[in-house]
């Protein structure tokens, strides 16, 4: 019999898209484990509700992801020079056990996978593509959006919102 100590808790997720052709897909995980999966088509008035529970082991570290994918060349359409027309995943609000996370889901990291040939025009243009993105809560790539915490949930808490 094992004597860890367990907490479960309640994820609440608001997203939205901005998109013309195709919707993106949000597809969220605590760690490696998927806990919903979707094509965001709200828009930030009535943004997607994801909610879901998850069991966390006192002690263990946790990373929440959005993983963003459904965007192709094709969703991004360029007229002299200016988008007009584009696909963007958006994160309008995060709770974890009805506490509303507010700015800590700019603690969040954003790590896009650049599409190509874009990716090596930009670098040949001398452009640096950063690798990853903190302060954001909009994906334009497909990619990867992580917000690590930790068990016991409120002492994380304490501890990062100063």
């Not at 930009?122 to 994906?139: H, I």
């Amino acid at each position: 019999m094992t004597d860890t100590k367990t907490e479960k808790l309640k994820f609440k997720l608001e997203l939205w898209s901005t998109h013309w052709d195709k919707p993106p897909v949000a597809e969220i995980l605590i760690n490696d484990t998927s806990c919903h999966r979707a094509e965001i088509t709200s828009t930030e008035d009535k943004p997607t509700r994801i909610e879901f529970e998850h069991t966390l082991e006192d002690g263990e570290e946790y990373n929440l992801k959005i993983v963003r994918s459904g965007k192709d060349r094709h969703q991004t359409i360029v007229e002299n020079s200016e988008i007009v027309q584009d696909q963007l995943l958006h994160i309008k609000n995060l709770e974890i056990d009805e506490i509303d996370l507010g700015a800590l889901i700019y603690e969040g990291v954003y790590t896009p996978e650049y599409p190509e040939p874009w990716a090596t025009q930009q670098r040949s243009a001398g452009q640096e593509l950063p690798v990853s993105f903190k302060n954001v809560n909009t994906m334009g790539h497909n990619g990867v959006w992580q917000l690590r915490f930790a068990s016991p949930f409120y002492m994380w808490l304490l501890e990062n919102l100063y």
